[in-house]
């Protein structure tokens, strides 16, 4: 059996976006598989994390299946906190399928996993003025339009979910 060649995309996906298509298709280019592991899975209804672990994992699979990428060689995992130092840096790589090196632009994150062993592969930017979480969250607060910040289905599915007034209502007070 030839050992597939792995990378862990980790980040809280909040909500899934075409910044994170775009450096999916691009490491699909490099490896044989990815590791997308979803970050803070433990929480949801807040504006920094809207969406819930659950919700997350649909968005990213019909992003994927929209855009033509092959399910198959993508792996969804999840982990409670997104806090990032070696003790965890060891944990998470024990929660996921073997990986080679880990894909990230964030120094921080790079050094840790460069401890325990990871190579790290920096990626190159997506629009990040426009394909950034924390911006489509503000749009989605201000009515602004957060819908060509995400894949067609994305969108579909925080309709369906009522995602907008969800993250309103976590933004306002009692
Ligand atoms: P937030 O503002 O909520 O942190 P984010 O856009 O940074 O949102 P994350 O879930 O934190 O999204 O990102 C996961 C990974 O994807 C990170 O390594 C991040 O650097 C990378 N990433 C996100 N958007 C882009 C983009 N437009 N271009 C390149 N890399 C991106
Ligand atoms: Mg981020």
């Given at each position: ?10 980040g ?38 809207p ?7 649909w968005?990213i ?28 840096a ?21 050094q840790?996993?460069?401890d ?7 990626p ?11 911006t489509i969250?503000h ?9 060509t ?11 369906y ?7 309103k ?6």
């Amino acid at each position: 059996m030839k050992i597939p060649r792995r990378a862990l995309i980790f980040g809280r996906f909040q909500p899934f976006h075409l910044g994170h298509l775009g450096v999916i298709e691009w490491a699909l280019d490099r490896f044989d598989e990815l590791v997308l592991l979803i970050g803070m899975a433990d929480e949801s209804h807040t504006v920094r994390n809207p969406f819930t672990a659950g919700e997350r994992i649909w968005m990213i699979r019909e992003a994927l299946k929209e855009a033509g990428v092959g399910l198959d060689r993508v792996i969804t995992a999840t982990v409670p906190t997104m806090s990032v130092y070696v003790g965890h840096a060891l944990y998470i790589v024990n929660l996921v399928p073997h990986v080679h090196a880990i894909i990230t632009r964030n120094p921080v994150i790079a050094q840790v996993f460069r401890d325990v062993g990871l190579e790290v592969v920096l990626p190159p930017e997506f629009n990040r003025e426009k394909y950034r979480g924390t911006t489509i969250r503000h749009l989605m607060l201000t009515n602004g339009d957060w819908e060509t910040c995400v894949p067609e289905k994305v969108a579909e599915i925080i309709k369906y979910l009522n995602g907008v007034e969800r993250i309103k209502q976590a933004g306002s007070k009692d």
